[in-house]
């Protein structure tokens, strides 16, 4: 079955660590995404990628990194700049722009819980 | 400024107890509206998308509605399964291109 695994679903880290969240997808899916979700917040963007090599900042991109290297594959790195990553991140993907930017259905992974001790 | 805005925060019904779930939008030139389900520790999955007003779409208790300035999520007799929460989302401008923002979403619980 074609979907989004995410990796790990739960991680640790200590302070002053950078970890990295795996997202691979079998949709072949040109576009991909990261978003992260506080509690009684909506998600919201840090990265997105609309095709291999290529990726731009959303809203929170500041101490975070990515890289697409494969179409299949968009791991995230949470830096130690990133002041309080403790959240749920979220990794999607979706067909592509097809002219409409924006509007296209996002599938979404079942999530990666970091928590900073 | 665009932005997209949910009411209630949260919302418990008893189950049979139909009622609504708001989503209020200010975008230029709406791109489509999309309403997703999330239960508790999973990714949210999408339900509907709305393109134009008047425009409505329907899937078992659920029922989507679009306004020129929001959208409702009528839900009718629901049960306890249809307990989780509620986001919409609609392309704002990022930079050049036009990117999903979700709203904070609707807690919904439906007791039995």
């Known amino acids: 079955d074609g979907g989004i695994t995410q990796s790990p679903k739960y991680l640790f880290r200590k302070e002053g660590q950078n970890v990295t969240l795996s997202c691979e997808q079998n949709?072949?899916?040109?576009?991909m995404y990261w978003y992260r979700q506080d509690p009684g917040q909506g998600l919201r963007l840090i990265y997105y990628s609309q095709i291999v090599n290529d990726f731009q900042k959303g809203d929170i991109a500041e101490g975070y990194s990515v890289s697409r290297e494969k179409k299949e594959s968009f791991p995230l790195t949470v830096t130690s700049a990133q002041k309080n990553p403790t959240a749920f991140y979220l990794c999607?993907?979706?067909?592509?722009?097809?002219?409409?930017?924006?509007?296209?259905?996002?599938?979404f992974g079942a999530g990666s819980r970091l928590t900073v001790l | 400024e665009d932005q997209v805005t949910q009411s209630p925060e949260a919302l418990r019904l008893q189950e049979g107890e139909s009622s609504s779930l708001n989503c209020s939008y200010t975008v230029s030139g709406l791109r489509g509206l999309f309403w997703y389900r999330q239960d508790p520790g999973k990714g949210p999955e999408f339900l509907f998308t709305l393109y134009s007003a008047g425009e409505e779409k329907e899937k078992e208790r659920l029922k989507a509605t679009l306004t020129k300035k929001e959208s409702f999520l009528h839900i009718t007799a629901p049960k306890p399964e249809d307990s989780a929460t509620y986001l919409c989302a609609v392309p704002l401008f990022l930079g050049s291109a036009r990117q999903l923002t979700f709203g904070s979403g609707t807690q919904l619980t439906v007791l039995p």
């Open positions: 949709l072949n899916h040109d576009a």
């Open positions: 999607a993907s979706s067909p592509g722009d097809r002219g409409v930017a924006g509007a296209n259905v996002l599938t």
